[in-house]
């Protein structure tokens, strides 16, 4: 246990250094600035992957992400959903401005589109681009699939799985994998039989994976939901996927 405790620090450590070597990427929607970071090897020709990070913005577990999936051999990309200004500093503003965007779907797929395009200008290949997102990044990754965004697969990692019930079900063309924490309460049974409907009406190729005794944030080592076993594996998935779909 001991080891397994120094070796997920000593991880979290290397990863957090890597990600220092993360750039600045200034964007716009509108008049709105956009600050997203792209990985070290921005400009070469490499598949590509964004991601969207959970409801307070661009955190270490994005940029640990971006360190990792570096080092894997994908240009990476964070996102910034909410704009320069408007970044929650708790969780009540964070879950009024993460809100917003579930509810105003279309905004969402938005800025995730805009962070798609400076993900390509950064070198990645048109054709070998997925999504991946956290917690509110992971209900971006199922909104990048409903949008029909141009991408081969999207993960949604202990996402909000639900949309509108007043939305249609609609044909899905991207593959899709949903990392589902057993134990999530933000996660209605409705919501996940909702999903399974949604995903097979829209005759998709999907896949959801229930990851045992883990709550919602069980893959961020800064959470008491952290479950060190079950996030290795939970990551171990998400390469293998990327790898299947974009390599």
Same mark, same amino acid.
């Given at each position: ?16 250094? /890597?990600?220092?070597?993360? @750039?600045?990427? !200034? ?5 709105? %600035?956009? *600050? #997203? ?67 105003? /779907?279309?905004?969402?797929? @938005?800025?995730? !589109? ?5 993900? %390509?200008? *950064? #070198? ?72 399974? @409907? ?50």
């Amino acid at each position: 246990m001991i080891r397994s405790i120094l070796l997920s620090a000593f991880l979290m450590s290397s990863a957090t250094i /890597f990600s220092q070597n993360l @750039k600045p990427v !200034s964007y716009q929607d509108g008049s709105q %600035k956009l *600050n #997203g970071l792209v990985t070290s090897n921005a400009g070469k020709k490499l598949p590509g992957v964004l991601i969207l990070p959970a409801w307070k913005g661009i955190d270490d577990e994005a940029k640990t992400a971006a360190a990792d999936l570096e080092k894997q051999g994908y240009i990476a990309f964070i996102a910034d959903i909410y704009g320069e200004g408007n970044i929650p500093t708790d969780n009540v503003s964070a879950a009024k401005t993460a809100g917003f965007y579930k509810k105003d /779907f279309a905004a969402y797929q @938005k800025r995730i !589109s805009l962070a798609l395009e400076q993900l %390509k200008k *950064n #070198g990645a290949i048109s054709d070998k681009i997925a999504v991946i997102g956290y917690c509110f990044g992971g209900t971006g990754a199922l909104e990048s699939a409903r949008g029909k965004l141009p991408v081969a697969g999207v993960v949604s990692i202990h996402g909000g799985i639900g949309k509108e019930l007043s939305r249609p079900n609609e044909a899905i063309s991207t593959k899709i994998l949903v990392e589902h924490p057993a134990e999530d309460t933000s996660v209605t049974p409705e919501d996940y039989n909702n999903l399974v @409907k949604e995903m097979n009406d829209g005759k998709a190729d999907w896949q959801i994976i229930t990851y045992a005794n883990s709550k919602h944030t069980f893959t961020n080592p800064k959470s008491g939901d952290y479950n060190p076993v079950m996030a290795k594996r939970a990551w171990n998935h998400t390469l293998l996927f990327l790898k299947e779909i974009l390599k």
